[in-house]
């Protein structure tokens, strides 16, 4: 073909009578251009991309190794990594010297690295710090507000919302401000329509919590809570995951509802996150089928937040530098070698007594019990 092409034969004419394509052709004429056909390669080379015109010949990739191994066994610095490496090259190879990351990535391209990569824990499950939630067998819901929203023309907005934990239910309460009474009317009527769940799960807000001032003082949301036998669960500042849920929600709902249209009114941004709502719930239907049941509210259940207290109450904390948990308002000894690390402090208002259980992310099915401490609970009557 190619003898025929030299000879002045067009290509496509040569292609038809060999019965090749074009290309063919093509190919082995540039192949042999300017070659003598009995001194030209006819040999098949490999598919694919050619080598670098820079890639390390296997030659240097041998030294650096050797090197490597010299220098771990004889150096008086004990160091054989990739700059100990360049430092001896330097001396051998002048000028032509491969950085130090090329030496890394032969050493690592080699499997001639001692450091170990970061182990990559499993996530805990959802609620893992509440062995019922973790199970699957209890609902959680957990409760945030979302504050600094304005609308054009000085209207102040805060959002109270609130999703459940394995079912996903949403809820959103946009307001001119929330307030812990605004706070438990929301409560009671998401409740009251959608049922109970085990746990309720707010952050360190006053709103929630209550007042700081006072130890032992129990805020308004947390008698409510009680009231329905719903444990509040009290998730720690500062402290990342345990409100990812909410948190997660409250960017969607501001980037759907909030920042999606412009709102002339609070009315109009009522009525529209209630349709943002009622299309979440739908979407999320099944999911909400195949979560653990949420009982009804007691037949002629009234708020009343004088009666006495009972129930459990659940605080995440992290202790001090001593070992010591924070909670309302006190300070209780936990353990010596437990020094800032996540506790769960079980408040159980009917025997006067808190329990302080270990966590860790690592080994979330693990959660051995620590100290026990006694609890006064409070008598006083319930300030509105």
Known sequence: MVESVRRGVPMRAVAREHRVSLSTVQRWVSRTSEVRLDRASWEDRLSGCRPAANRVSAELEELVLRLRRTLKETSDLGEYGAQAIHRDLEGLLEPAVPSVRTIGRILERRGALDALRRRRWPAPPRGWYLPPVAQCTAELDSFDIVTGLVIRGGTDVEVLTAISLHGGLPAAWPRGESTAKTAV????????????????????????????????SIGRVARVCLSLDVVPVFAPPRETGFQAAVENFNGRWQSKVWARFEHPSLPALQAQSTRYIEALRRRSAARRDAAPPRPPLPVGWMPDLQRPLKGRMVFLCRTNDHGEAHVLGRSYPVAPTWVHRLVRAELDLA???????ALRRRDPSQQPLLHTAPFRVPSKPFVE
């Open 185 to 216: 009317e929301a409560l009671v009527e998401h409740w009251a329509s959608v049922g109970r769940p085990a746990y309720a799960q707010f952050d360190n807000d006053t709103r929630f919590r209550g007042t700081h001032k006072h130890p032992d």
């Open 351 to 357: 025997t006067g007594r808190i329990d302080f259980h």
